[in-house]
């Protein structure tokens, strides 16, 4: 080595106490950051208290149809609510419910403006337009639970048992929904019971099962326990619903 080079210490490479420490800061800084930015995203959306987890989005459902059936359910002024929605929404829950004018889903689970992303149709069928509308749910709104509701004396699946007993075709675009709704009731044909009651149960739990394994979104969404999706049933007599094991 030359004399006019400078000697080498051997720990010229190791980091210094201060860089570590200015390094450590900054590590924090980024995470408190990204934490002020969520929190930030958070205030922004119309109804943060609608950030919940699928098992606490399913607790609040049951929640407020516990109030339903009780009969105190929150008459409030929705007017703030509309105005705060104007730009955006975040509902907590997706509902599959039937078209049934019995079966209002924001009345059974007394919720507000923008709590409850709700498709209808008769027999609460999970056909491709509704399991697309179930994705935008999920992967545009962050809706972390999806609810198949059925209930007690549906008239779709009535019709549908009565077309397949006799052998007779529904009239109009209705024949549409005996093919959806047949094979839960041919399903359940075999079951002990009322026949009308366990199409209907045995209709929502593979509506389920569609959701789950038709949409990879939604799939991979449930697997990530980003999402739950369960089925359950409204009677009519109590305005209770029961969920599908």
């Known amino acids: 080595m030359c004399e006019d080079c400078p000697p080498i210490r051997p720990n010229s490479i190791a980091p210094s106490r201060r860089s570590l420490m200015l390094f450590a800061a900054s590590a924090v800084g980024m995470l408190l950051g990204d934490r002020l930015a969520d929190a930030k995203d958070a205030k922004a959306l119309p109804k943060p208290e609608n950030l919940l987890s699928p098992d606490a989005s399913l607790k609040r459902l049951l929640e407020g149809n516990a109030r339903y059936v009780r009969g105190t359910s929150r008459c409030d002024d929705l007017r703030p609510e509309r105005k705060a929605l104007v730009g955006a929404q975040n509902p907590y829950a997706a509902i599959l419910s039937c078209a049934d004018s019995r079966v209002a889903p924001e009345y059974i689970f007394d919720s507000g403006l923008g709590d409850l992303f709700v498709c209808r149709v008769a027999g609460n069928v999970a056909d491709d337009e509704m399991i697309g509308s179930m994705e ?42 005996v093919t959806a709704l047949a094979p839960a009731v041919k399903a359940s044909s075999q079951e ?54």
Do not use: F, M, W
């Open 136 to 177: 935008y749910a999920v992967e545009a709104l962050n809706t972390p639970l999806i609810l198949v509701l059925g209930h007690d004396r549906c008239g779709a699946v009535e019709a549908t048992i009565k077309s397949l007993k006799e052998d007779k075709p529904a009239p109009g675009h209705r024949s549409s929904l």
């Open 192 to 245: 002990t019971g009322n026949a009308l009651a366990n199409a209907i149960k045995q209709n929502v739990a593979d509506n389920v099962r569609t959701l789950r394994s038709e949409s990879p979104l939604l799939n991979a969404a449930t697997e990530q326990k980003k999402l739950k999706v369960v089925g359950g049933v409204y009677r009519l007599d109590t305005g209770e619903v029961d969920l599908l094991s």
